[in-house]
């Protein structure tokens, strides 16, 4: 009921929210062909694609389950639980402001793989961590380091986007990888049923691979920190 409430902003944009320059100057020309565009591009996609994927198993990987953990685990009530959460998400926005502030100056992916070294120093206290105080304590810091990695993405899919298809190259290769991951819950409930219901080793065993697979690859990406975003050829300021 309460998720629909955002769909009448479509009235508002609609409205009165103003093309952007690039698009006004670009709506009387040709479409490209997107399989062409696309097939041209095929190596930045696949590699878009598993950053998506490592990504969204990072991301769905230290949350999902959590609040599950919590209570199955550690026995905590519903209320501690909650409480817990929100803690754990004033984490996660903190980190996507500051990381993704900071990319600004160091580079998308120094950002990111610095996130990245922080979560695997960070798993021990997050898996691990005794009482509602460490918990707290470790899930606020994990998000503040996961999200802060997420901070980060909007920013370098469009700039690294080919530019006659930055319109859909974004949402395409991450809800491609958003795919691939949805089997994340299902994973590590799978782990922790083999593992004598030791969910703590199957979250951090999700979120350590993820972790390590997201590092491998965004040092192996492409950097184009300050992309002029257009409609046209890529150019660099």
């Not at 009165?16 to 997107?34: A, G, I, M, W």
Request: proline share 6%.
């Amino acid at each position: 009921m309460l998720g629909i409430l955002p769909a009448f902003l479509v009235y508002f944009i609609r409205r009165k929210v103003p093309e952007s320059p690039s698009f006004q100057k670009k709506r009387n020309t040709p479409s490209p062909d997107l399989k062409t565009l696309v097939v041209d591009h095929w190596k930045l996609a696949v590699f878009a694609i598993f950053l998506m994927t490592a990504f969204n198993f990072l991301g769905h990987g230290t949350q999902d389950m959590y609040p599950t953990f919590l209570q199955t685990v550690h026995h905590l009530s519903p209320h501690t639980v909650g409480a817990i959460a929100v803690i754990y998400n004033v984490g996660a926005i903190l980190g996507g402001i500051v990381l993704g502030t900071f990319s600004e100056r160091i580079g998308r992916r120094r950002a990111i793989l610095l996130a990245g070294i922080v979560v695997l120093v960070l798993l021990p206290l997050w898996g691990e961590a005794a009482g509602p105080v460490g918990l707290a304590l470790g899930a606020f810091m994990m998000q503040f380091a996961v999200q802060g990695a997420w901070g980060v993405v909007p920013a370098y899919l469009n700039e690294v986007s080919p530019a006659p298809i930055r319109g859909v190259f974004p949402g395409l290769v991450y809800q491609t990888g958003n795919l691939l991951a949805s089997a994340n819950a299902t994973l590590q409930s799978m782990l922790a049923q083999r593992w004598n219901g030791r969910l703590d080793l199957a979250l951090m065993m999700v979120a350590g691979l993820s972790t390590l697979s997201l590092i491998f690859l965004i040092a192996r990406g492409p950097e184009r920190r300050g992309e002029i975003l257009h409609c046209g050829s890529l150019e660099s300021e």
